[in-house]
C-alpha cells in the first residue's frame, strides 16, 4: 500500500501521475501516426512534374549505404538529377556512386569531391560545394542514410506545390541495420517517441523541419539567404525551418514515410549518437525537450517500484503502464510495415536509456558528430542552470 503522505510516497505517487500521463500522450500518438500511416495509401495522381534536383551529402561508409542510396535511384519519378557530394578524395563513398552509376545508367547522377570549408557545419559546408551541379530549381537536401519508398518524390513535390507551402520535410521511422540490441534500441527510440512526438508537435501547431528531407525552391532558399545562412548553426535544419516562416511561409509534411538506417555498433555509439541528438534538440527547444521527459512512461512508473518495493499499487502501476507501452509500440510498428521494432521486455531499457540521454543533453554542450566537436553557445543553456548543474 503507497503511503501518500511519506516524502517517498508523495515521490510516488507524482511519477506514477507522469507515468499515467505518459500513456495518454503514448495513445494519442499511436494514434497519429496510424492516421499518418492510412493517410499515404492513395495513389498519387498522374500530373506533369517539374524536374528535381536531389542533394546528398556523403561521408564514409555505413551500414545499408548503398540500399538507400539506391531507393532515390528508383524514384518514380520522370525527370530526377541527384548530385552525391563528398569532401575527400579517399573517401570510400567515392566507389559506392561509381557502382549505382553502373547499376542505374538512366538515372543523373553527379558526383562533388570538395573540401572547401564553409562555417563550423561540415554538411552544409559540403551542400554549398555541391549545389552549383544542381541543374533544377527544384531541391531536395536528403541525408545519406534515408531509405524512401518509389512514390517519394511525387509526395514531396505535390506538398511543394500546395499555396503557401515554402518548405516540405518528411516523417521517418527508424530502421535497424541488423538485429543486435543497440540498434534495435536506437530504433525504438525512433519509432516510438520522435515519430508520435512529431506529429503530437504539428496537431499542437508548431512547424518544425526535419533535417532528413529539406524540399525548397531554390529561389525561396536564395531569398532567405542561401545555404551559408545555415553554415555557422548545428541545427541547421531547424535554422532553415524558422528562416523560411519568418519570410512568411509555412512548412508541410509530404504524405510519404521513410527511413532511417541505425547502424550504430554498440551503446557507447547508441548514447554518444542520442546524446549529439539531444543536446542539439535541447539547444533548439530547451522547454519542449524538457517536458518530453512525459514519453518515458515505464521510467516514471518504475521509480515507484525502486522507492516502495513492497507496495502493489505500484507493481499494479508499472504493469499497466508496460502494457499501455508494448500495445502502442505495437500499433506504429504495424504502420513501419510489421515486425516489432522492440520486445516488449526491452521497453523498460529503452525508457531508462532515453532517461540518462535527457540527463545529458540537459547538462553539457559538446556535440561530437563523424569526427567532428562542436560546442553549443553558453547563452542557450543558461535558463537550464536554475534546474540543474551545467557541465561536460
Not at 518515458?296 to 499494479?316: E, H, N, Q, R
Request: a positive charge; proline letters at 6%; aromatic letters at 6%.
Amino acid at each position: 500500500m503507497m503511503l501518500p503522505h511519506t516524502p517517498l510516497g508523495l515521490t510516488a505517487a507524482a511519477a506514477d501521475l507522469i507515468a499515467g500521463l505518459g500513456c495518454v500522450q503514448a495513445i494519442v500518438g499511436a494514434a497519429l501516426v496510424h492516421r499518418f500511416g492510412r493517410r499515404r495509401s492513395p495513389a498519387v495522381a498522374a500530373t506533369p512534374l517539374p524536374a528535381v534536383t536531389v542533394l546528398k551529402p556523403l561521408h564514409g561508409d555505413e551500414p545499408l549505404l548503398e540500399d538507400a542510396l539506391a531507393s532515390f535511384c528508383t524514384q518514380d519519378y520522370p525527370k530526377l538529377q541527384i548530385v552525391f557530394g563528398v569532401q575527400s578524395r579517399t573517401d570510400p563513398a567515392i566507389a559506392l556512386v561509381a557502382r549505382l552509376r553502373d547499376r542505374f545508367p538512366d538515372v543523373e547522377i553527379d558526383l562533388v569531391v570538395n573540401g572547401t570549408a564553409h562555417g563550423t557545419n561540415r554538411k552544409i559546408a559540403n551542400l554549398i560545394n555541391m549545389l552549383p551541379l544542381a541543374r533544377h530549381e527544384l531541391l531536395v537536401l536528403s541525408d545519406s542514410d534515408i531509405h524512401a519508398e518509389a512514390s517519394y518524390l511525387r509526395r514531396v513535390v505535390e506538398a511543394l506545390g500546395r499555396p503557401g507551402i515554402g518548405l516540405v520535410t518528411t516523417l521517418y521511422g527508424g530502421r535497424a541495420a541488423s538485429g543486435t540490441l543497440s540498434r534495435r534500441l536506437g530504433a525504438g527510440q525512433v519509432n516510438h517517441a520522435f515519430m508520435p512526438g512529431v506529429l503530437m508537435s504539428r496537431l499542437l501547431g508548431r512547424q518544425d523541419c526535419l533535417g532528413a528531407t529539406m524540399a525548397i525552391r531554390r529561389t525561396t532558399l536564395e531569398a532567405i539567404g542561401g545555404l551559408p545562412a545555415l553554415a555557422a548553426h548545428i541545427a541547421d535544419d531547424s535554422v532553415l525551418g524558422k528562416l523560411v516562416r519568418k519570410a512568411g511561409q509555412s512548412i508541410a509534411i509530404a504524405d510519404t514515410l521513410t527511413v532511417t538506417t541505425i547502424g550504430e555498433t554498440g551503446l557507447r555509439d547508441l548514447f554518444s549518437h542520442e546524446l549529439r541528438w539531444g543536446r542539439t534538440v535541447c539547444s533548439v527547444e530547451p522547454l519542449g525537450y524538457t517536458a518530453s521527459a512525459i514519453q518515458l512512461p515505464l521510467f516514471w512508473a518504475t521509480l515507484p517500484v525502486l522507492l516502495m518495493p513492497f507496495s502493489a499499487w505500484s507493481w499494479a502501476m508499472l504493469a499497466l503502464v508496460w502494457l499501455v507501452r508494448a500495445a502502442t509500440a505495437s500499433v506504429i510498428d504495424r504502420v513501419l510495415g510489421g515486425a516489432a521494432t522492440l520486445p516488449a521486455a526491452w521497453l523498460p531499457l529503452r525508457d531508462w536509456l532515453s532517461a540518462a540521454v535527457m540527463l545529458g543533453s540537459l547538462t553539457g554542450r559538446r556535440v561530437a558528430w563523424r569526427g567532428q566537436t562542436m560546442q553549443l553557445p553558453a547563452r542557450v543553456l543558461q535558463p537550464l542552470r536554475s534546474v540543474v548543474d551545467a557541465g561536460d
